[in-house]
């Protein structure tokens, strides 16, 4: 299995804790936080996962394996390991997957020994999948912090699907539908975040891992409204 994509440290700010903070002080390793981010599809998880990483290199991104194709811009190894379901049958036999889901036709899985690795050597690592595999990780890593992404509207989100030019009217449509489904889940997460002016949810990812995010949290009195007209109908 290749490596996981992973950045070197820079000086972002801290998030340690007193507990980890004594811990460098007797000389410990701390071990790294996992960050979960979840979103419908059509969100914009994609593109705020990478500006979060160029603003905050400390982090490390999990690559997840996946049988669909890959799109034309994609390299293996680089968004997914592009696998055969052959093979991704034979990992999941292995237990060699985190966690592991089937989104529209295809399988998602988040390999366990790389992320394994990373936590244990003080690296904090995002882990981009969808609500089905953020439950099976919220169950064996309790400790993660989990972050689902909104768009600010319906029409948003038919306009960002429409706007990728790689499915057909049908599958569009298709997937609309499944992003509402999946918008159902919000509430099973720490933290949302609203997609509405891309800059701004970058930057309450990056105080979301600076342990600055408490305003952020599902809980906020200013998200019932929206999640109502998200799924409306």
């Not at 985190?98 to 529209?104: D, G, I, R």
């Not at 050597?121 to 890593?141: K, N, P, S």
């Amino acid at each position: 299995m290749q490596p996981d994509t992973h950045f070197g440290r820079s000086g972002a700010p801290t998030k340690a804790t007193e507990e980890e903070s004594s811990a460098r002080r007797a000389g410990a390793v701390r071990r790294g936080r996992l960050y979960v981010i979840s979103a419908p599809s059509g969100a914009g998880k994609t593109s705020l996962v990478k500006a979060l990483l160029e603003r905050d290199p400390s982090l490390a991104v999990s690559v997840s394996h996946t049988t669909r194709k890959p799109r034309p811009h994609e390299q293996d190894g680089r968004e997914y390991y592009f696998v055969s379901p052959e093979k991704f049958r034979e990992l999941v036999a292995r237990g060699a997957f985190l966690e592991h889901a089937q989104v529209f036709d295809n399988s998602y899985g988040t390999g366990r020994e790389t992320v394994e690795r990373l936590l244990a050597a003080g690296t904090d690592v995002i882990l981009e999948i969808d609500w089905q595999g953020a439950q099976q990780v919220r169950a064996a890593m309790p400790g993660c912090i989990t972050i689902f992404i909104l768009p600010p509207s319906r029409q948003a989100l038919a306009e960002r699907l429409t706007r990728r030019q790689t499915d057909s009217p049908q599958v569009i449509a298709r997937r609309l539908r499944d992003a509402v489904d999946d918008m159902r889940h919000w509430s099973e997460f720490d933290y949302v975040v609203v997609n509405d002016e891309f800059e701004r949810a970058v930057a309450d990812l990056a105080a979301i891992v600076a342990g600055r995010g408490e305003a952020l949290r599902r809980e906020r009195e200013a998200l019932p409204p929206l999640i109502a007209q998200l799924l409306a109908g």
